[in-house]
């Protein structure tokens, strides 16, 4: 096997979950950067990572990284690099760029010289001076930062959030690799209580439930690399075997839902049947301010109406005042949630013991955390 290197990217401000998730799954010499966590592996690494990472946005393989001051310094490194290691002679190679606070600050030419780099190194290899591109998607990049070329391509395809089962959306809905974070950094562990009250198309309790089964989340999709030549099919075979194999299929966590929306609702219920975790949860059509917190030591996330995207800010504002009232009165409970809103705290009565900036999507959020008492160990 090779020494290869990644990078799984993310979103900013979710480094750290990613960077845990890296680590448990065995992969070495990890780093860290923003929106970036860099550790090697080998090719059994690309289905290995793919299948099994929930907050990340994407897998590259790192070809080359090198210093670039001119064009033909550009040119010339990347000519270098063992593109013929991986991409055929039918290969259907595409390159996007991104340059910032760099002497190359032209995108479209840096990425012109790329491609044209890498025909040279395949002319080389193969002895033609024609490329059909008929063959395997390759999606290559050049990113320039700070005079610094990284060369990349993506093992993912359609990005990890894409995980297969939700068929259908209602409006503004959360990615699914965003919905796995929250629930990383909160307290949940798979044997307390989960609720959601705004779940909207269930995305986060859809998440919940596939952790606390251990269902890794892109078991059920392709990846773009599945279609390379020089990666065995017996090695994702493999890495899909183990992942079902892992499946905790006797475990059935306590996780409820509910919307206001009955659409939504029915939307939601048919998503946790694709995703092979409906009888773990309890889906209802119910305002919040009707929810009934079940036993005690449970732990809430959710992902309400943001004001500036849905719904009228009054209607909004309501909606967190009546979240202060339901789990301000049980103390052993845990509550999270995501928002814009800037009086958060003052509508829901109560400072959060946590806040951490996050964004979802474009929109900059901070996730409200409230920390209930911790439940009695076990004897």
């Known amino acids: 096997m090779s020494h290869l290197k990644f990078i799984a990217t993310t979103t900013f401000g979710l480094e750290a979950t990613v960077k845990r998730e890296v680590q448990r799954l065995g992969f070495e010499n990890i780093t860290v950067y923003d929106g970036a966590v860099y550790f090697d592996g080998d090719e059994t690494t690309i289905p290995k990572a793919n299948i099994n990472l929930r907050s990340s946005d994407r897998v590259l393989l790192i070809i080359g990284q090198f210093k670039a001051f001119s064009f033909d310094e550009l040119f010339e490194k990347t000519k270098a690099l063992n593109w013929q290691d991986w991409i055929p002679k039918d290969g259907n190679f595409i390159v996007t760029g991104k340059s910032i606070k760099s002497q190359l600050y032209s995108v479209p030419d840096c990425q012109s010289i790329v491609e044209k780099a890498i025909i040279e190194n395949l002319k080389k290899k193969y002895k033609i001076n024609w490329f059909e591109k008929t063959g395997a998607k390759y999606k290559i990049q050049v990113s320039i930062l700070k005079n610094e070329a990284t060369l990349t391509i993506d093992t993912t395809g359609d990005a990890l ?200 999507g474009n929109v900059k959020i901070d996730y409200y955390q409230y920390f209930g008492a911790k439940p009695p160990k076990s004897n």
């Open 161 to 360: 959030h894409k995980r297969g089962y939700r068929s259908s959306a209602v409006i503004a809905p959360l990615k699914e690799t965003l919905a796995s974070a929250l629930i990383e950094l909160s307290f949940w562990k798979k044997d307390r209580v989960f609720l959601d009250p705004t779940c909207g198309s269930g995305t986060i309790p859809i998440e919940a439930a596939m952790i606390a089964k251990n269902i890794a989340p892109g078991i059920s999709r392709r990846f773009i690399s599945e279609n390379w030549g020089n990666i065995p099919k017996e090695v994702w075979k493999d890495a899909k075997i183990k992942a079902y194999s892992e499946i905790d299929i006797n475990f059935k966590p306590e996780i409820y839902a509910s919307d206001i929306d009955p659409k939504a609702i029915e939307i939601a219920k048919h998503n946790a049947v694709n995703a092979g975790v409906d009888d773990c949860i309890l889906f209802e059509t119910k305002a919040l301010k009707e929810i009934s917190l079940k036993n005690d030591y449970g732990v809430c996330i959710c992902n309400p109406p943001y004001a500036e995207r849905m719904g009228e800010l009054k209607d909004v504002e309501n909606l967190y005042k009546d979240m202060g009232k339901i789990f301000r009165k049980n103390k052993t409970w845990s509550f999270y949630t995501i928002t814009s809103h800037e009086n958060f705290e003052k509508l829901y009565g109560k400072k959060a013991d946590k806040k951490r900036k996050l964004f979802n």
